[in-house]
């Protein structure tokens, strides 16, 4: 979290805000918008090569196949998109679909627009650091206690519960010599 306590996580629920459109009918919003056809072509190719009703609503999509459109297969696996070309050519190139998700995580982490990365946060939520839990300290300096509570839970309460708390401390002989050359 770089010492902001919160991460930016996708949000599945951001990403189909509404489960009654189809894959073909832009359910999965960040793929919805946008003068290229790539996703478009890239998704139907996804769909047909894993036996997925792009025309049907995404809550009637089972389990695994949103799973897979959100997630991507999780392997390098490419499938082939086919199309037409503006001359009536078919035309045809391999692809590998990594999954909504990570392909927001990755365009948001990339990005040195500020306008992109604000467009990729619309598809995310800022949740409190796992590995601080909001703290906006390292777990190295989190696992310091005195009288078994870190610096983050003496900030966390109030300076009633704070005074109290310190000014009943029973520091060891050692504790106390390193508190007096920290005063």
């Not at 995404?58 to 392997?75: P, Q, T, V």
């Not at 050519?89 to 391999?94: A, E, I, L, V």
């Not at 409190?128 to 390292?138: E, M, S, T, V, Y």
Request: proline share 4%; net charge negative.
């Amino acid at each position: 979290c770089d010492g902001l306590g919160t991460n930016f996580e996708v949000d599945p629920q951001l990403i189909v805000p509404n489960d009654e459109l189809s894959v073909s009918g832009g359910a999965i919003a960040p793929f919805a918008s946008g003068s290229s056809r790539y996703y478009e072509r890239l998704l139907e190719a996804v769909c047909e090569d894993n036996g997925i009703d792009a025309n049907a609503p995404w809550a009637e999509l089972s389990a695994k196949h949103r799973k897979l459109l959100l997630h991507g297969s999780g392997r390098n696996r490419k499938v082939q998109v086919q199309y037409k070309n503006r001359y009536g050519r078919r035309r045809s190139y391999h692809a590998t679909y990594e999954g909504a998700i990570p392909h927001v995580q990755r365009r948001h982490q990339e990005t040195d627009s500020d306008s992109a990365r604000d467009r990729w946060e619309g598809y995310m939520r800022e949740v409190p650091c796992r590995h601080c839990d909001g703290a906006r300290l390292r777990p190295l300096s989190l696992a310091v206690t005195v009288d078994g509570h870190n610096i983050a839970e003496i900030c966390g309460m109030s300076i009633r519960d704070a005074a109290e708390t310190l000014g009943g401390l029973h520091l060891s002989d050692r504790d106390q010599l390193i508190a007096a050359e920290v005063m």
